[in-house]
């Protein structure tokens, strides 16, 4: 089972005891204890609060587990939640995309269009967004649920509550057509907006970049 796969079904139980739950939070969302920690994701309940982890039992460089729990000892409302895979179970990595790369197939999916061919074009944009994602989020150099990059980039701030719901609402299509519904019929225009947000969020990347230098 991949970590991916524990951490849905462990969100899932969370979700019907009651939690509100939040996946891959940013630091910015954390309390200040936490936000060294890493955590998977966070659950919210009145009676107390979860912090998520999913450790690769196997891995060489794994969080000292002893050291993780003791970050909880005197916190108040918090807990942690803990759960070992395999890392021999896992995908492989995917490794970093350069910045033009990603262009290039921002500007691949213009073309697509142009050739009556939006459901390619969506697929191929919502690659190009966990591609952006995973250039400032080392913890997604495995393949991602679309839905946990689009709340990701949410939570970052990189992407707006109204590009947020384009995007939800383009997942359904975009996970239909890649599975196997070849006869859906993709509205161009829905795959123009994406490719709106995709120029976007490449041309903010390479302001951030310019002030940084």
């Known amino acids: 089972m991949t970590k991916r796969e524990v951490l849905d079904g462990v969100i899932a139980h969370l979700e019907s005891a ?3 739950v939040l996946r891959q939070p940013s630091r910015s969302t954390l309390p200040p204890f936490l936000a060294d920690t890493r955590p998977d994701a966070v659950a919210y309940r009145d009676d107390g609060n979860l912090a998520i982890y999913v450790i690769h039992r196997n891995q060489s460089a794994r969080p000292d587990v002893g050291a993780l729990q003791n970050v909880f000892k005197d916190a108040q409302r918090w807990s942690a939640k803990i759960h070992f895979i ?3 179970d896992l995908p492989p990595a995917v490794g970093v995309e350069e910045k033009a790369s990603i262009e290039a197939a921002v500007e691949q999916i213009d073309r ?3 050739e009556q061919q939006p459901g390619i074009a969506l697929v191929l944009g919502f690659s190009a967004l966990e591609a952006l994602a995973r250039r400032n989020r080392p913890q997604f150099e495995r393949p991602q649920n679309a839905a946990a ?3 990701t980039l949410t ?3 990189r992407i707006m509550q109204d590009e947020a719901t384009t995007l ?3 997942l359904d299509a975009r996970n239909a057509f890649a599975h196997g519904g070849l006869s859906l019929t993709v509205d161009p225009e829905d795959v123009s ?10 041309r903010e990347e390479t302001v951030e970049t310019a002030e940084v230098a």
């Not at 907006?193 to 490449?202: D, N, Q």
């Open 86 to 88: 395999n890392a021999a």
């Open 149 to 151: 990059v689009i709340e």
């Open 112 to 114: 697509l269009i142009t």
């Open 168 to 170: 939800r609402e383009l």
């Open 193 to 202: 907006r994406l490719a709106a947000i995709l120029r976007r969020l490449v």
């Open 18 to 20: 009651g939690y509100e």
């Open 155 to 157: 939570q970052d701030g």
